[in-house]
């Protein structure tokens, strides 16, 4: 099993919040996506010899490809692609024309991930987003109306300017869908994005921590009455609607990342491609020119990795995994933190439980190993 992952690095425009590697430069998108297509046949030895489980357009804003760029992208990967195969494209609300639909059914996508973030255009207009609300209602009703069942959409907690009432009527809005996956982040405030530059300014205040809480708390305990399953700290699913490609992330499985700025993972060796997109033609066009790092991880690392992301699934992870003296040395602290509610531990193994997920960046570092045993 194995998934491809392509970066696509461009944006029509900057949202206030967003620090992912895109340009929107959009006159460089063909020589770029030439380079993908250069760079997806130099590593075929990667990814030609497995069954694909998943291939993941992600970015920036892969919605912004035209046919033939799309094409480039996926004809190399025709024979490795079967009927189980998820194929997933980020979108946004503004490009989910029915020619585009039309496109991605005939590309054989079978999932899209449609950016909401909120249906109140005041909040949008705030973030820099360039569609509305109404456009955000009706991208996902025209993808459902042209046959997409597996869609999944995008919210944002945490906005500034906006409230928890707010919030939960986008969660209300959302639910009307009956989506069978959604995901949602809190806005972080970046220190090289406008929203970073505003507040260090004082023209910005960050969202303070309890309204962030009681906004992650709302839409889990919503999510779970309204029939959703919070898998992951960031990601809520139908029975058997988990995303395949990121599940297959956080166990460990190998993905091949194509395009600036894409990362790949392959039994402990941990690969990432530069994250400039003129650097990465530079390097692509001279043959010999590096144009990604490479690092074999050492058994301590993956363990870490290991605790990382399992501790952000609700499956958490099993005591197997790890070192009998590693659960030696933290019984007595996990003790505590089951008795105050942030994780839940039997004989298999131990997980967050979600106010554990709110600290989780702490609670994983202090359970960081440290040597090999
Ligand atoms: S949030 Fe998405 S659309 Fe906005 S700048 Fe970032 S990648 Fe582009």
């Not at 696509?8 to 998108?29: E, M, Q, V």
């Not at 909401?116 to 955000?136: C, I, P, T, W, Y």
């Not at 960050?206 to 960031?234: I, T």
């Not at 530079?282 to 990604?292: A, F, K, N, T």
Request: negative net charge.
């Amino acid at each position: 099993m194995l998934g491809v992952y392509f970066h696509i690095p461009f944006c029509r425009h900057a949202c206030h919040y967003c620090d992912f590697h895109f340009s929107t430069l959009l006159k460089n998108k063909e020589e770029v996506i030439d380079c993908m297509h250069v760079e997806l046949g130099r590593r075929k030895e990667e990814w030609s010899h497995s069954e694909l489980s998943s291939i993941y357009f992600g970015g920036g804003t892969p919605s912004v490809l035209n046919e033939n760029e799309f094409k480039k992208l996926f004809d190399p990967l025709a024979l490795g692609i079967s009927n189980t195969t998820e194929i997933t494209v980020e979108v946004n609300p503004e490009d989910v024309t029915l020619p585009f639909l039309n496109k991605m059914r005939a590309f054989g996508v079978n999932r899209l991930s449609i950016g909401v973030q909120s249906f109140f255009d005041d909040d949008l207009h705030g973030m820099n987003r360039k569609h509305s609300g109404q456009e955000a209602e009706t991208a996902i009703k025209r993808a459902q109306d042209v046959g997409f069942e597996n869609l999944t959409a995008d919210l944002i907690f945490g906005i500034p300017h906006s409230s928890t009432s707010k919030f939960l009527m986008n969660i209300e809005k959302l639910f009307s869908f009956s989506l069978p996956h959604f995901s949602s982040y809190a806005l972080t405030i970046e220190e090289k994005t406008v929203f970073g530059k505003w507040e260090k300014q004082g023209k910005l205040v960050e969202v303070p921590d309890e309204r962030m809480e009681s906004e992650f708390f709302l839409l889990h305990e919503l999510s779970e009455k309204a029939g959703y399953e919070h898998y992951e700290l960031s990601n809520y699913a139908r029975a058997g609607q988990r995303s395949v490609h990121n599940s297959n992330y956080w166990k460990g499985i190998p993905y091949v990342g194509i395009g600036p700025g894409a990362h790949s993972y392959s039994h402990g060796n941990r690969k990432w491609n530069v994250s400039n997109n003129n650097e990465y033609v530079r390097s692509i066009r001279s043959e010999d020119g590096r144009y990604y790092e490479l690092e074999k991880l050492r058994e301590i690392d993956i363990l870490n990795e290991r605790l990382m992301t399992g501790l952000r699934t609700k499956e958490g992870v099993l005591w197997n995994e790890f070192p009998s003296s590693w659960r030696e040395e933290h019984a007595n602290v996990l003790e505590e933190w089951q008795r105050k509610q942030w994780i839940k531990q039997d004989e298999q193994g131990f997980s967050l439980l979600p106010v554990g997920w709110l600290i989780s960046n702490n609670l994983i570092s202090y359970l960081f190993l440290t040597h090999e045993d």
